[in-house]
């Protein structure tokens, strides 16, 4: 995948639906609202980074670099959350970190390319495309035919393009090779 920063941020913004869910319910149950603090603060960054970092630095990403950016990520979260003083445990705010990305990169793996099929060939960006067929290659219908007179002399390049031809008695009389199309009789003696 060759994401654009559109696409990164398009998706950034997807794949963390799912763990704002998981901290808004942690907020409501606990009446802390650190939890879904602590996912503004993932996605912030997250956003940043794939807008004025990750474009310049990462060119294509296999898969083992997803966890190095995780990694990465969870430091700069860590401590962005340490000093917003989100009223969590270190224990708290780890775990919930890496089970967000976990449900975070599961969904972009998973769900997004069942969700929208060209996803992946769109660069990460949500968006309705058609088929890139160039204008000067669509087929355009053939409506007008001129008649040519049955008596009017044709004239040697016109016949030498067109798709009818006369066909010569001996490649006529000859079978197909393969059986198939077998010369009527009739046409074979005319």
Request: negative net charge; charged residues 15%.
């Amino acid at each position: 995948m060759c994401p654009t920063v559109l696409g990164r941020v398009e998706t950034r913004t997807a794949i963390l639906i799912g763990p704002a869910l998981l901290g808004t319910i942690l907020s409501v149950v606990t009446g802390n609202a650190g939890w879904i603090v602590l996912i503004g603060i993932f996605l912030l960054q997250g956003v940043a980074l794939d807008a004025l970092f990750y474009p310049y630095v990462i060119k294509w990403q296999p898969p083992w670099l997803t966890f190095v950016l995780g990694v990465g990520e969870f430091v700069i979260v860590f401590v962005l959350g340490r000093l917003a003083n989100l009223h969590l445990s270190v224990i708290d705010a780890v775990w919930f970190f890496w089970v967000s990305w976990a449900i975070a990169t599961a969904t972009r793996i998973v769900v997004l390319p069942l969700v929208s099929l060209s996803w992946i060939e769109n660069g990460g960006e949500f968006r309705t495309t058609g088929w890139s067929i160039p204008p000067e290659r669509e087929p355009l219908p053939a409506v007008g035919t001129a008649e040519v007179q049955a008596h009017a002399e044709v004239p040697p390049l016109v016949r030498q393009f067109s798709a009818v031809h006369q066909v010569p008695r001996e490649v006529r009389e000859v079978p197909a090779p393969s059986g198939v199309h077998r010369i009527p009789e009739e046409v074979a003696r005319s």
